[in-house]
């Protein structure tokens, strides 16, 4: 649900501004002659309008050639993070959670959000996958936390890297997907007990999460992450559901 409704959302934001940059457009293009001669022709409106309907394929056309634009874009940069994951993941993991080998030839970036009933899903697969595979993967851990539908994607995802600076990022992660039914204040601070961090640091640290968090968030944006949990595994990305035979069958894939 958390990835669909936000493709849903973003789907209709996108076309709504695809629609207004067209219907903008072509007033400009027919309507300032006209304004210009007569900035007060009431007019002006009626006649961009029918113009409009007996063209409205001009509007579908624009549409599509700029929907190609951002397809294309998108693509491009795509393509220059694969090859980051490949020759510099370094670049890719930053100063973000991993866990399973450092030395792994093989990199999964996951962008998951704490209050996700899909990324809780995933994360029983992911532990399961790293107990299997733990020399053969490095799973890098970012953040994408939907707060148009989860109040307390950002707030988890804040004592999440608060945690982290302490070294029980992995810890805090588990614990907030295992509870993940009572995200919340209470939860958030019990979990930093039962794991001895310093709770002043603690409190510290979650009002100064905001820069890293936005970090992924823009570079889930800039990459095309479309709702979580969203993955990036050698040249292919997959979303939602997934079953661990198929990360495996990627996975061998890369090393045949």
Not at 38 to 50: A, G
Not at 120 to 136: G, M, P, Q, S, V
Request: net charge neutral.
């Amino acid at each position: 649900m958390c990835r669909y409704l936000y493709c849903f959302r973003q789907f209709l934001e996108s076309l709504r501004c695809l629609v207004v940059l067209g219907f903008v457009c072509l007033i400009l293009s027919w309507s300032l002659p006209a304004q210009a001669a007569n900035p007060t022709n009431p007019q002006i409106e009626q006649q961009v309008l029918q113009i409009i309907r007996e063209h409205p394929q001009v509007i579908l056309e624009s549409l599509e050639a700029y929907r190609q634009q951002l397809v294309q874009k998108l693509r491009t940069t795509q393509q220059a993070f694969f090859q980051d994951l490949k020759t510099a993941p370094e670049k890719i993991i930053g100063k973000s959670p991993t866990t399973g080998s450092p030395k792994a030839k093989v990199l999964i970036v996951e962008f998951s959000d704490f209050q996700c009933p899909y990324c809780a899903e995933a994360h029983k697969t992911l532990n399961n996958l790293i107990d299997k595979h733990r020399n053969d993967v490095t799973l890098v851990y970012k953040n994408f936390p939907i707060t148009q539908i989860h109040s307390e994607a950002m707030p988890a995802a804040k004592a999440a890297w608060a945690a982290s600076q302490q070294g029980k990022f992995w810890e805090y992660h588990n614990a907030l997907f295992t509870h993940q039914n009572q995200l919340g204040e209470t939860l958030y601070l019990k979990i930093a007990k039962d794991l001895n961090l310093d709770l002043q640091l603690f409190a510290r640290d979650r009002r100064i999460a905001d820069a890293a968090i936005n970090q992924d968030i823009e570079l889930a944006e800039k990459i095309g992450v479309s709702g979580t949990p969203f993955f990036f595994l050698e040249s292919e990305t997959f979303s939602g559901l997934v079953r661990l035979p198929d990360i495996e069958k990627i996975l061998s894939q890369s090393s045949g």
